[in-house]
């Protein structure tokens, strides 16, 4: 009874630490575009943003998360217009990369 309290008490702690671990956009993150396309050819490239994390073997990515950190990246890069790229989703890391851009106000 003891090892099944314990078993069930890791288990509780793991799901609340990982449920916790969604990653807020801060207030420039709010103000970043981001698509799936490329941007217009006014759009300058300022860097290349990423997110990694390790998940585990029973996890998916929170793909809100990994949106996140993209925007939130990119704005402190200067841009606000990030071009997600690849998601992996293999083994125990959630990687994700993306394209930052600045991209003139119209």
């Known amino acids: 009874m003891k090892t099944y309290m314990i078993k069930t008490a890791t288990l509780m702690t793991s799901i609340f630490l990982l449920a916790s671990c969604t990653t807020g956009l801060t207030k420039g993150g709010k103000q970043v575009e981001l698509s799936l ?7 300058k490239k300022v ?8 998940k585990g073997k029973s996890f998916g990515c929170d ?21 997600m790229g690849r998601v992996d989703d293999a ?16």
């Open 63 to 83: 793909f809100k998360a990994v949106k996140n950190v993209l925007r939130n990246e990119t704005a402190e890069a200067g841009g606000n217009y990030v071009k």
């Open 37 to 43: 396309e490329a941007p217009t050819k006014k759009c």
């Open 91 to 106: 083994g125990v890391y959630c990687n994700a990369t993306g394209e930052a851009y600045l991209c003139p106000n119209e």
């Open 47 to 54: 860097d290349l943003v990423h997110y990694s994390f390790m």
